[in-house]
C-alpha cells in the first residue's frame, strides 16, 4: 500500500484537526464518521469518504481512530467483519481507561491487527505543532513502521509495549489537567463577585498556577516517602483553606470545591499528619 495512506476514523474537533495536518501533509487519507456530513469539509479538500467501516479499515495499513470513548471504538469496529482488520496497526487515540485499552487491544489482536494505544496532550489546534506530544504504547516495531505518519499529528513519547500504559499516563494527567482549570474558575467566579476582570487578573493567575517549583521540590519526597512538615505543613494548609472557603462564602460563590480540598486536608490531619507536609496526603489518598 502506499506508505503515505491513512485511514482516519472519527471527525469530532481532534479527528478534523489531524484529517487536516495530514491532508496539508500530502497523504492519501481515507475518512469515516458516524455523520457522514462531518466529513464535507475535509473531503472537499482531497479526503475520501469511505462508504463503510468495512472499506475504511481496508483502504490503509495504518488506522486511526479518534472518538469519545471505547463503547464507541467496538461499536464502530463491530460493523466490520474481522477479517478487514487483519494485518492492520490501529492507533487508537481515544480516551478511556487503561483496563479498557487492554481489553480493546487483546480484542484487535485476535482479528490479527495491532493497537497503538495513544494519549494526545494537546488540544485540536495543537496538532502538527512542534511542541504537541502524544503518549504512546504498544509494540515498538508497530511505532516504527508508522513513525513518519504519527508524527505528522505530534511527536512520540513511547513508554512501553503495555498498552495500558498511555492511557494510564494520560489520564493521570488529566487529573491534573481537569482539577486544576476548575480551581482556575472557581478562583475567577470569586474575583468577578469583586469586580475584578480575568484578563486584569490573568498574569497573577499564571504566576500561580506555575507549580514546576513545588513539583519538582516534592517528586522526590514523595517517591522517599519523607513528608517532614519542615516547609510546609497540613495545618498550615487546612488554615489557608478555610480562608479560601470564608472568602468564596462571604462573595456568594459556592465554595463546595473548596471546602471539598479542605475536607481532604482535614483527613490527614484526623490520620496524624497535621504536622506532616502536604504531600502525605498521597498516603491518605491512597488508601481504601
Partial sequence: MNPKSVTLIGLGPMGQAMAG????????????????????????????????????????????????????????????????????????????????????????????????TGGVQVPPPGIGTPEAMTYYSGPAAAIEAHRPALEVLTGIDHLGEDPGLAALYYQIGMDMFWTGLLAYLHAQAVARAHGISAERFLPHAVKTMDFRYFLEFYAPRIDAGAHRGDVDTLAMGAASLEHVVHTAEASGVDASLPAAALAVFRRGIAAGHGQDSLTSLVEVLGRR
Avoid: H, K
Fill in 21 to 116: 495536518a495530514y491532508l496539508d501533509s500530502g497523504y492519501d487519507l481515507t475518512v469515516w464518521n458516524r455523520t457522514p456530513s462531518r466529513a464535507d469539509q475535509v473531503v472537499a479538500r482531497g479526503a475520501t469518504l469511505a462508504a463503510s467501516v468495512e472499506a475504511a479499515l481496508t483502504a490503509s495499513d495504518l488506522v486511526v481512530m479518534s472518538l469519545t470513548d471505547y463503547d464507541a471504538v467496538f461499536a464502530i469496529l463491530e460493523r466490520a467483519p474481522a477479517a478487514a482488520l487483519a494485518g492492520r496497526t490501529v492507533a487508537n487515540l481515544t480516551s478511556d481507561t487503561p483496563g479498557r485499552a487492554r481489553e480493546a487491544a487483546a480484542w484487535l489482536a485476535e482479528r490479527g491487527a495491532v493497537q497503538l
